[in-house]
T-cell receptor, first 115, second 112 residues
């Protein structure tokens, strides 16, 4: 079974530039999550989708971050304009259902460096 | 807001020995779930073990077991017979509804 796919694996940009990350979850998984993991810290949830609807985006900095999940499958996370503090690994995860005890399956992440 | 605290930034264990990683959490909920995730250097996080708060029996998965103390809001992970492949970042996580909240992580080093 294919896992969660993310691209690009690495991205280096200048501040004020824009960047987009792509995630393809495990086939059939209804829930999809984007986490931000700053070096040395635990992942922090940015946004959660159930199919193509947003369940929770309370921690997404909406002035610069946006995310969509078209057709309830793939998702993109965009940052525009990027700031130095956005340097982090962006993790995508998916799960079978919107359940508290459900296991999340993570991708390898997209590492962003903002200069 | 729920918080998850891992007070040990780094831990070290000799191969074949036992190590315990600590985790405490703060919540006013009575029904929730707790998890330990492992993140090897390749960064793909995987689930190690999970515990349902309403179950008194501690969860066990092969060499991994937890000590769940609900009143103390403590959820520690014990790794027995440590192996070199256990070296990784370990994250404790909590879920009482929509959101999985992670602790800051503990880096485990395994000495041969």
């Amino acid at each position: 079974e294919a896992g969660v796919a993310q691209s690009p694996r690495y991205k280096i940009i200048e501040k004020r530039q824009s960047v987009a990350f792509w995630c393809n979850p495990i086939s059939g998984h209804a829930t999809l999550y984007w986490y931000q993991q700053i070096l040395g810290q635990g992942p922090k949830l940015l946004i959660q989708f159930q199919n193509n609807g947003v369940v929770d985006d309370s921690q997404l900095p909406k002035d610069r971050f946006s995310a969509e999940r078209l057709k309830g499958v793939d998702s993109t996370l965009k940052i525009q304009p990027a700031k130095l503090e956005d340097s982090a690994v962006y993790l995508c995860a998916s799960g079978e259902e919107h359940e508290m005890f459900g296991e999340l399956f993570f991708g390898e992440g997209s590492r962003l460096t903002v200069l | 807001a729920q918080t998850v605290t891992q007070s040990q930034p780094e831990m070290s264990v000799q191969e074949a020995e036992t190590v315990t990683l600590s985790c405490t959490y703060d919540t006013s909920e009575s029904d929730y779930y707790l998890f330990w995730y492992k993140q090897p250097p390749s960064r793909q996080m995987i689930l190690v073990i999970r515990q349902e708060a309403y179950k008194q029996q501690n969860a066990t998965e092969n060499r991994f077991s937890v000590n769940f103390q609900k009143a103390a809001k403590s959820f520690s992970l014990k790794i027995s017979d440590s192996q070199l492949g256990d070296a990784a970042m370990y994250f404790c996580a909590y879920n009482a509804g929509n959101m999985l909240t992670f602790g800051g992580g503990t880096r485990l080093m395994v000495k041969p």
